[in-house]
């Protein structure tokens, strides 16, 4: 099993019956549970599913901030869900950019210094930081507002500004956690289309998100209900009750 994954493959992410579980008390709780998805270079990914399915656990693993408990993930050819923890975080920073659905971006920066932070942790000299952090803004809209503090920023502008954070590393891949859950509908467009620009551009991109029409943007949408993941074709039974009204999914 595990020879498999040094063969040369175009994926970026390869999930192999992943589950993750904790235990409480008596019971085992599945976030996770025996996950196979694989995700290829140039893809852009929507994983669809209501609160509590399991999307945030399975976005954190694909991000390096955490292991399963079974099964193996194999990141641009590493096997991750099993190295050494402190190795992780250096695996994180080069491969992945990571888009919250709070911004996350530090008060006491500039938009420019933000974007530079990533560069700054690695050994980017200050210079050319700012060069490659002045571009990327320029590239999400923003050329204008380098000199700003995220509380000058509308919610929609520091969205950009937490992409082009993201992008800034040129990471093998964009993972974003519901990144219009805070934006109003007209910000949310503008995220959800500069997504899709990057797209076009070759980027490979999963996002998740409850929300139907947000994943919609995607050119493909895997379902994740109850820590089990079904392919696009149960689609419309999740997205049905939504549409009658039932909600559910907030
Ligand atoms: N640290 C944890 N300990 C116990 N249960 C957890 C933990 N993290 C997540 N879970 C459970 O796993 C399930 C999936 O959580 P999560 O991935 O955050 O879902 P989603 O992002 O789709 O809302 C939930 O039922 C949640 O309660
Ligand atoms: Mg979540």
Known sequence: MAVSAEKPTNAVFEFRNVSKSYKMGEATV???DGVDVRVETGEFLAILGPSGSGKSTLMHIMGCMDQPTEGEVVLDGTMVSTIPKRKLAGIRRSKIGFVFQSFNLLPKLSVLENVMLPLIYGYTSRTEARR????????VGLADRVRHMPSQLSGGQRQRVAIARALVNDPRVILADEPTGNLD?????????????????GRTIVLVTH????????????????GKISESGELSRFVEPVKS???GAS
């Open 30 to 32: 599945y976030a996770l």
């Open 245 to 247: 009204g039932e909600g």
């Open 211 to 226: 929300d139907p029409r947000v994943a919609d943007v995607a050119k493909r949408t895997i379902v994740v209900e109850d």
């Open 185 to 201: 509908t007209e910000s949310a467009r503008r995220v959800l289309q500069l997504f899709e620009d990057l797209h076009q551009r």
């Open 132 to 139: 490659r952090a002045s571009e990327v803004l320029d590239t």
